[in-house]
């Protein structure tokens, strides 16, 4: 390469640049549209401050107890879902694609694709979480006041929404669970009701351990009396025959009171049959079943009051800070700004270009 092809490029890039100075200068300071911004504060409320746990204060002071809830709702308002919305409402693709607009700031086809159109939402809209102040910036930019602040308005009621349905859907599938349980709760206890009202009909007895206790206490008479005739003839045989008259009719008392105490005894236990302990057994595993039943569902039940409790106590909601502003100037594009950083990059770059032109010219030389 000769020393005037070198100078040549050095020369040629240093007007370029100035070319490029000029043709930006123009761009920025007469072409570029006018771009208005409207913006919004919102922070995510939650309503369990005042529940049994403690307080972190820390996550008070710094916001960090939301952010969760805070990216959540940053990523639905930059969803392709929210720009559906926003097109349907506003109108989007008209007012990007506005032919009155400059051709670098403006979307080429009204018509382009989903993705395109997603792209170009995001270099106009964009939604900054200051974490320190758990604060959400919501920042919209249109070529009108009135539709900036329009699409500001939209993007916070449709995060209002979208934070309530979501604390709403999770409270009604947490109430609904509990309400499953209690219902089928339920239908154990009353069946276990009904298989103890169906054994107490079907035996004819309401309390199996009532009619056991009445016939021990019968048993018990029955033998004191037979105990008692016993000694009663042992004391007359002491001056009359065995076969006296007096004797025999006491050995007939005897022996019918034994023959009802054998059979109030078999009612009471026997290895055939069903007898009153049989029942009694019976009856009491049916009863405790039922008891235990009714205990489980007096414990659900308070479990879904508690959880409807809780469910209503944690529901968030979203705040406005500062509500969308209506713009009066436009801030976009930053004119004298562009204009000067990419004169400055453009100057640097051809800086560079005669540094390396010197170097080979001395090299040459």
Known sequence: VSV????????????????????????????ASDRYVSEAH?????????????????????????????????????????????????????HYNDRKRDILSRMWFRDASQEFFHRHYLSRVSIELDSLSGVLR?????????????ITK?????????????????????????????????ERLMKTRKAALDFQNANGIVSPQGAVETLAAIVARIEGQI????????AMLGYLSPKAPDIAQINMQI????KQLALEKARLTSTQGQTLNRLVEEYQRLEMEAEFAQS???????????????????????????????????IEPKRIYNIFIFSLSLLMMTGIIHLITAVIREHRD
Not at 77 to 85: I, Q
Not at 167 to 186: P, S, W
Not at 227 to 234: A, F, I, N, S, Y
């Open 138 to 150: 919501i920042i919209s930019q249109a070529y009108t006041p009135d539709m900036a602040q329009a």
């Open 255 to 258: 022996a019918a009171l034994e």
């Open 154 to 186: 939209l993007l916070v009621d449709e995060g209002e929404k979208f934070i309530n349905e979501m604390g709403h859907r999770l409270a009604r599938e947490q109430v609904d669970f509990l309400e499953r349980q209690v219902a089928e709760i339920y």
């Open 296 to 330: 489980v569902y007096s414990t659900a039940l308070i479990a879904l009051e508690k959880g409807r409790v809780e469910a209503t106590r944690t529901l968030k909601k979203v705040s406005i800070v500062q509500s969308p502003t209506l713009p009066q100037y436009p």
């Open 42 to 94: 919102v922070i995510v409320d939650r309503t369990d401050f005042g529940g049994a746990q403690g307080l972190d204060f820390t996550a008070l002071l710094t916001g960090k107890s939301n952010s969760n809830d805070l990216m959540l709702l940053r990523d639905h308002l930059l969803s392709v879902d929210m720009l559906e919305k926003l097109d349907a409402r506003l109108d989007l693709r008209s």
């Open 227 to 234: 105990v008692e005739l016993k000694g009663k003839r042992e």
């Open 4 to 31: 005037g092809m070198i100078n040549k490029i050095s020369v040629t890039s240093f007007r370029a640049a100035l070319l490029a100075i000029f043709l930006s200068a123009i761009y920025w300071g007469a072409v």
